[in-house]
């Protein structure tokens, strides 16, 4: 089956330091990529989507800037959070896509960021 | 943003028992998921269901999808302790692929 893979799968960064997350496809290539942000007992919020090479697409209230989104290959996309601050502290979970698996989403298994 | 809503929030059942949990949603859909993620873990894909499906089953779980009420099921029959864990439903919207997911069911099941 299809494995998307993230790094790191925790990291803890200091209040102003900026964090960037990787998530690839270890055996397809994906067109589409998603982030998704995850508080503790509740869902998971889609943050933004990203296609292969183009502008990411973010979802309402999700701050562009502070959240940057880079999918430059076909297996790679990276969400760096910038000025991170405690209360960006939460649990990001990228999935990837592709008219090969017929749009199916695979997810990876997360990165838990805490922010002191 | 969030189109589904699950009921209920947080059910709590012996071992043995059967679970239900209800997933209602807002658009229309290609498609609708559900997944499971043990606390502070990643999700695990359960089933996928299209919209021109009715009912799916995968071992000891049976999904329902009722596209004029815009609700699914997923029963979990003879639980066990190990299916303690959130579940999630998730669509998958026509004109798009993007996954939208649901509040989520929390279950436990007591030994």
């Known amino acids: 089956g299809a494995v998307v893979s993230q790094h790191p799968s925790w990291v803890i960064c200091k209040s102003g330091t900026s964090v960037k997350i990787e998530c690839r496809s270890l055996?397809?290539?994906?067109?589409?990529m998603f982030w998704y942000r995850q508080f503790p007992k509740q869902s998971l919020m889609l943050m933004a989507t990203?296609?292969?090479?183009?502008?990411?697409?973010?979802e309402q209230g999700v701050e562009k800037d502070k959240f940057l989104i880079n999918h430059a290959s076909l297996t790679l996309s990276t969400l760096t959070v910038t000025s991170a601050h405690p209360e960006d502290s939460s649990f990001y979970i990228c999935s990837a896509s592709s008219v090969q698996s017929s749009y199916e989403q695979y997810f990876g298994p997360g990165t838990r960021l805490t922010v002191t | 943003s969030q189109q589904g809503e699950e009921d209920p929030q947080a059910l709590s059942i012996q071992e043995g028992e059967n679970a239900t949990m209800n997933c209602s949603y807002k658009?229309?859909?290609?498609?609708l998921q559900w997944y499971r993620q043990n606390s502070g873990r990643g999700l695990v894909h359960l089933i996928l269901?299209?919209?021109?499906?009715r009912e799916k089953h995968s071992g000891r779980l049976r999904v329902t999808l009722d596209t004029s009420k815009k609700s699914s099921s997923l029963l979990i029959t003879a639980s066990r302790a190990a299916d303690t864990a959130s579940y999630f439903c998730?669509?998958?919207?026509?004109?798009?692929?993007?996954?939208?997911f649901g509040a989520g069911t929390r279950l436990f099941v007591k030994a």
């Open positions: 658009t229309s859909i290609n498609n």
């Open positions: 055996d397809f290539q994906a067109t589409t």
């Open positions: 269901i299209r919209s021109n499906e």
């Open positions: 998730a669509t998958g919207p026509t004109g798009g692929f993007k996954t939208i």
């Open positions: 990203s296609n292969e090479g183009s502008k990411a697409t973010y």
